[in-house]
């Protein structure tokens, strides 16, 4: 027996032990029921961050044959199209588009006895009229996602498929367990499903509510699939055994140094487990309050500590909702690992000397929103600023400033980077919503990071009908080009400003 099933079993043994005490106090009640139709609302409907929220669920179920035959189908067709354009003279736009078109089906069993499974399909294909030829698919930004690079770049066809989604179920109402390849959101992961196929983990999570609005979550992942890859891989490290670095963790928020070869050189595993726990409550009127914790084991440990007070304004409706999200990282190994490399894989010239060899530092992150009546929108100030310490490693696409100052495609947790962002949310009919967003990022301008920029991001959904959403997307960037020094060297910054479009369509069915 290896060790991923060793750990396997003594979580679910764990879990059942604690369902068996929480069960014994009688306080929350079940609340599987079966499945029914509300009248006004399709079977599933999407959230503005392309999550999904299922109106309609399977019941429960007598015998394993009505297990399967009164499961629900889910269907989704899907198209996302890119164009993408840098800004600065000469610069090669090659890789400037792609689409891809595809979607998903899902299946989910009716539960026997408190048991059930989950089983999901994605797929992308890329329309030889608008796509990067072959040798350009290293330039292709913000499209990659619609295709699999390595897949190309080995002689593979374009497209994507993948088993998103296959998981075993355990749920009483009071502790919910899952054993299998699922979608994870939290603080540090998320499914991130904003363009063909989501971010998903091999492993075993449990959710268990401790107490009225209050619920505890424990995971362990032992391998991670990417939106762009067709096979699972490890949680954090970067390059394979070959060097190939699309065939591991190759996310935009891995750190470089963290790669296979560093690993095996510093004599550490290059394959690695993720734990995860997090405690959420409600309990206190208009607060929610959450824990966060993460680990890999050798390399990296991450708390956070978020909070967010509602406060109505008298009778009128209108509310202000200030927000704070504390991220510590703490290193457990990994700064040895990655040596004298930034997270950019470049010098840490211009660094504390303390980030050689360790992975420390914090991110600070506040928000104030004026929330309008009858959830019609919201108008938000931002405000993130890491420490000027190591970089923030976030490869899981739970983006630390997240909710906070992070546009569309920007990372904006690198040493000592402070950044502001205003945000306005509209909903102007049932139809038609639309955000804007500007922020102002000020990156420093003594380390081999980006340069300081402004960036645009407008988004707009339109419900042409109940089932079928438009999405409509556009980033600009404008950056600094400038000459800086790194140590006692002058370099230079290159102009990274772009146009970004990007336009969506969602079916659910």
């Known amino acids: ?13 764990a879990v059942l032990l604690m369902n068996t005490g929480l069960m014994a106090g009688g306080d929350i009640k079940e609340e599987i029921e079966p499945a029914k139709i509300v009248s006004d609302k399709p079977k599933r409907t999407l959230n503005g961050n392309m999550t999904l929220n299922y109106n309609v669920l399977p019941g429960t ?36 588009k792609s689409m891809g078109i595809g979607g998903s089906l899902i299946y989910k069993s009716a539960a026997l006895n408190h048991f059930s499974f989950t089983m999901g399909y994605y797929g992308s294909l890329n329309p030889e009229f608008w796509r990067a030829d072959d040798a350009d698919i290293g330039r292709v930004k913000a499209g990659k996602d619609t295709f699999s690079r390595f897949k190309v770049k080995q002689g593979g066809s374009y497209g994507i498929h993948a088993l998103g989604q296959a998981f075993l179920e355990y749920n ?16 540090f992961t998320a499914s991130n499903d904003t363009k063909m196929i989501p971010n998903t983990f091999d492993g075993v999570t449990a959710a268990i509510k401790i107490a009225p609005k209050t619920t505890v979550r424990l995971a362990w992942f032992g391998a991670q699939k990417l939106r762009d890859h067709e096979d699972a891989h490890d949680v954090i490290t970067f390059k394979d055994a070959n060097g190939e670095s699309w065939n591991n963790n190759d996310d935009a928020g891995k750190h470089r140094g963290l790669n296979y070869n560093n690993f095996v050189a510093a004599g550490e595993d290059p394959n690695h487990d993720m734990y995860l726990a997090d405690i959420s409550t409600k309990y206190i009127k208009n607060l929610k309050l959450t824990g966060s914790y ?35 990282q703490m290193d457990d190994g990994g ?28 991110l600070f992150n506040a928000r104030l929103d004026i929330l309008m009546p009858e959830k019609k929108g919201f108008f938000r100030l931002g405000y993130s600023k890491v420490a000027d310490e ?55 301008d003594n ?16 419900n042409i009908t109940k089932d079928l959403q438009m999405r409509m997307r556009y980033g600009h960037v404008s950056a600094d080009d400038k000459t800086f020094k790194v140590g006692s060297l002058t370099d ?18």
């Open 61 to 96: 179920a007598d015998n394993i044959h009505d297990m399967f035959s009164e499961g629900v189908f889910y269907g989704r067709l899907r198209t996302n199209t890119f164009y993408w354009e840098w800004a600065a003279d000469g610069a090669n736009n090659d890789g400037a």
């Open 390 to 444: 190591a970089d923030i490693i976030a490869p899981w696409r739970g983006f630390p400033t997240g909710g906070f100052t992070r546009a569309m495609a920007q990372y904006n947790w690198f040493a000592n980077t402070e950044t502001i962002m205003l945000r306005a949310v509209y909903k102007f009919n049932p139809t038609w919503k639309a955000s804007i967003r500007y922020a102002m990022q000020d990156f420093d």
């Open 294 to 328: 993460l680990q890999i084991p050798g390399v990296v440990k991450d708390f956070v500590i978020e909070a967010h007070y509602k406060i109505p304004l008298f009778d009128s409706g209108w509310a202000v909702r200030p927000g704070i999200r504390h991220f510590m």
């Open 1 to 13: 027996m290896n060790k991923e099933r060793i750990k396997l079993g003594i979580i679910t043994s």
């Open 492 to 509: 230079y910054k290159a102009d990274w400003s772009y146009d970004e479009f990007r336009l969506e369509f969602n079916y659910l069915f």
């Open 335 to 362: 700064g040895v690992v990655a040596g004298d490399s930034n997270a950019l894989g470049g010098s840490l010239a211009g660094y504390d000397p303390s980030v050689n060899g360790s992975l420390d530092t914090n």
């Open 447 to 462: 380390k081999a990071v980006p340069s300081d920029s402004n960036v645009i991001h407008i988004d707009t959904w339109t």
């Open 172 to 187: 009483n109402g009071t502790v919910d367990v899952k054993v299998g390849r699922q979608l994870f959101e939290s603080v």
